[in-house]
C-alpha cells in the first residue's frame, strides 16, 4: 500500500506560479509510475503531468511550456513536484498526485485546490 499526500495549492493571479508537491510514502519499491490530475467544476477529470518509471514524462497539451514536473526520493518517500507557471483561469481545479504501482493499482492523494483569479 502507498499512501499520497499532496500540498502547495493556493490563490494566485492570472500570470502567477504555484509549486504543487506531492509525498508518496509506504510501499513505494512497488510504485512504477507518478502523475497529477486536475478536476475542475463541471468538467472530466484530466492528466495534467505524470512520469513513468523509464524517466519519461508527459504533459497535457493544455500546459506544455506552463507546467514542469520533476522528482525526487529519498529512503522511505517519492516526492513528485508540479512547477505551475503563467497560471489563468482556467487553470482553476482541484489537483490530485497519484502513484501507480506493479500491480496497476493506483493510490490518490485527498487533492489540493487551485484557484486562479483573473
Known amino acids: 500500500h502507498v499512501q499520497v499526500v499532496e500540498s502547495g495549492g493556493g490563490l494566485v493571479q492570472a500570470g502567477g506560479s504555484l509549486r504543487l508537491s506531492c509525498k508518496a510514502s509506504?510501499?513505494?519499491?512497488?510504485?512504477?509510475?507518478m502523475g497529477w490530475y486536475r478536476r475542475a467544476p463541471g468538467k472530466e477529470r484530466e492528466l495534467v503531468a505524470g512520469?513513468?518509471?523509464?524517466?519519461?514524462?508527459?504533459?497535457a497539451d493544455s500546459v506544455k511550456g506552463r507546467f514542469t514536473l520533476s522528482k525526487d526520493a529519498d529512503v522511505n518517500t517519492l516526492y513528485l513536484y508540479l512547477q505551475l507557471g503563467f497560471l489563468k483561469p482556467e487553470d482553476t481545479a482541484m489537483y490530485y498526485c497519484?502513484?501507480?504501482?506493479?500491480?496497476?493499482?493506483?493510490?490518490w492523494g485527498q487533492g489540493t485546490q487551485v484557484t486562479v483569479s483573473s
Open positions: 509506504g510501499n513505494i519499491l512497488s510504485v512504477r509510475s
Open positions: 497519484v502513484a501507480q504501482d506493479s500491480d496497476a493499482d493506483s493510490f
Open positions: 512520469i513513468g518509471s523509464g524517466g519519461d514524462v508527459y504533459y
